[in-house]
C-alpha cells in the first residue's frame, strides 16, 4: 500500500484520511440515488476549492477560480456561494466519519447537507442536528496535499525527538558537577535519585 501511495501521480485524486489534507482543489461529492451529486455553483469549471488559516481546524469553502465566492450558511440553515470575504458563517469544520466520507459542521454546530425542495429540486442546508445520509460526503483532494501534510507532520515529530536529545545530553553534562560535589557532600545517594528523576531513564543509576 505505501509503495502505490508513493508512486501515485502527485495530481491524481485520492480521499483524504485527515482534515488537515483538505486543501487545494477539491470534489465534494453527494451519494444520491439514483445518481451521485457533485456540489457546484459553476457549471464549467464544477469544483469548490478549499483554503485553510494556518493553526485554524476549519477550511473556507470557495468556488472555482475566477468566480472565488466563499460558501456561507447563516443562523437560519441558509447556505450561499456569494461572499467575497470570509467570516465566521464561512467557516467550515470537516468531520471524517468512520467509512471515510466527510460532514461539513459550519460555526452553528450544525450539518451542511443535500435537501430536495418543492418540485424535486435539490439544494444545499446548513441545519442538520445529525450526521444522516444527506449530510454524508466523498471528498477528494489532489495527491501532493496528502503527501504534503505527512511531510509536515513528519519533520514536527523529528523536530521533538532531536529537542528532547538536546534536553537530555545538557542534563547529563549539568549532573556530571552535581554528582560530584554530592559524592564529597556524602549524599550520592540522594543526587542520583534526582538524576533519574530528571532524565526518565533507569539507564544511568
Avoid at 547529563?172 to 533519574?196: C, F, I, M, T
Amino acid at each position: 500500500r505505501r509503495k502505490d501511495e508513493d508512486d501515485r501521480s502527485p495530481e491524481g485524486w485520492v480521499l483524504p484520511e485527515d482534515p488537515l489534507e483538505i486543501r487545494g482543489p477539491t470534489f465534494l461529492m453527494h451519494p444520491s440515488d439514483p445518481t451521485p451529486l457533485c456540489v457546484t455553483y459553476d457549471s464549467t469549471r464544477r469544483r469548490l476549492v478549499t483554503t485553510r488559516v494556518a493553526g485554524s481546524p476549519t477550511i473556507n469553502l470557495r468556488t472555482g477560480v475566477g468566480e472565488g465566492k466563499f460558501l456561507s450558511c447563516d443562523e437560519y440553515g441558509l447556505v450561499a456561494a456569494d461572499r467575497e470575504a470570509r467570516g465566521p458563517q464561512e467557516e467550515w469544520t470537516p468531520v471524517i466519519l468512520p467509512d471515510g466520507m466527510i460532514a461539513f459542521m459550519n460555526v452553528y454546530e450544525k450539518y451542511l447537507g443535500v435537501d430536495e425542495v418543492a418540485g424535486g429540486a435539490l439544494q444545499l442546508r446548513g441545519d442538520s442536528e445529525e450526521v444522516g445520509f444527506r449530510e454524508r460526503f466523498w471528498v477528494k483532494i489532489q495527491h501532493k496535499y496528502k503527501q504534503e501534510v505527512n511531510a509536515e507532520e513528519k519533520k514536527k515529530k523529528e523536530g521533538a525527538v532531536g529537542d528532547a536529545k538536546i534536553d537530555e545530553a545538557a542534563t547529563k553534562k549539568r549532573y556530571g558537577a552535581v554528582l560530584k560535589a554530592a559524592k564529597k557532600e556524602g549524599r550520592l545517594s540522594e543526587a542520583l535519585l534526582d538524576r533519574r528523576a530528571k532524565l526518565k531513564s533507569d539507564g544511568f543509576c
